[in-house]
């Protein structure tokens, strides 16, 4: 993200360096947002169960946390078959496509990355294990073939920045410069960029530089959280962080 989308090699190991080196202030509170969904999704690679959440601080994504939609029976497609086990489906099987993706909190719009297709979605290990070792190759197309498209809110002068990923190609609503309100229909939910099933992606950083920029502690206000073992009611959590594959949704309609 940012200006550079196509660092060159120096940078991008400088990037690697930074982001191994670095240590979060553990006493940083957090930048409190609003899911940016309706209806229920499964929290994955939840900051609650470990940081950084998905292994790296490279990227910004110290504390990021993907959301999967899933369905009343918690599903996360509708169909089943036998290009479930053993080839790519279309994106379009899974709940989450091309559901409303929600400004998180009200700010404008730092940036805004279109153009990037959606891909074929994976769920079976004969998919997933070859597709894995195509990330370094996607990383060096740029930083856009791996968060795909996506929007960068600021949420005041100078920062903290907020991310989502992983949008729908030709679904986005808003532009660089565009003010935005919590609850606003910023895209929609695609799979684009580094994902293996339509899903959306979030953090907070520093920077609109996503190559240089640290990632920074969030939680979520007012929202339903269900058990992740066994069956039960909701709670109602003022302000958390999803526990990982723990469903959620926000707690009143907007």
Request: with cysteine.
């Amino acid at each position: 993200m940012g200006s550079d989308q196509h660092p060159d090699t120096a940078r991008m190991a400088a990037a690697l360096r930074a982001a191994a080196a670095y240590r979060p202030d553990p006493e940083r509170p957090p930048v409190v947002l609003s899911l940016p969904f309706d209806g229920p999704w499964l929290a994955v690679n939840s900051p609650a169960r470990r940081i950084p959440s998905h292994g790296t601080h490279f990227l910004g994504q110290t504390y990021a946390i993907d959301f999967v939609a899933v369905d009343a029976r918690g599903r996360t497609a509708s169909v089943r078959d036998w290009r479930t086990v053993l080839a790519t489906e279309p994106a379009e099987r899974f709940v989450g496509y091309d559901a409303p993706i929600l400004a998180p909190a009200d700010g404008w719009v730092a940036l805004a990355h279109d153009g990037e297709p959606d891909h074929e979605a994976r769920r079976s290990v004969v998919t997933v294990i070859p597709y894995l070792f195509t990330q370094a190759g996607r990383l060096r197309r740029g930083l856009s073939a791996v968060t795909g498209n996506h929007v960068i809110l600021a949420l005041a002068e100078g920062g903290p920045y907020v991310v989502l990923a992983h949008l729908r190609p030709g679904s986005l609503r808003v532009a660089a410069g565009d003010r935005v309100m919590a609850g606003q229909q910023l895209a929609t939910c695609g799979n684009s960029g580094n994902t293996t099933q339509p899903h959306v992606h979030i953090h907070v950083m520093d920077s609109t530089d996503i190559l240089e920029a640290r990632g920074l502690p969030m939680a979520f206000r007012d929202y339903l959280a269900w058990p992740q073992r066994g069956k039960g009611e909701p709670t109602l959590v003022s302000q958390g962080v999803p526990g990982h594959r723990q469903r959620v949704e926000a707690a009143s309609t907007r």
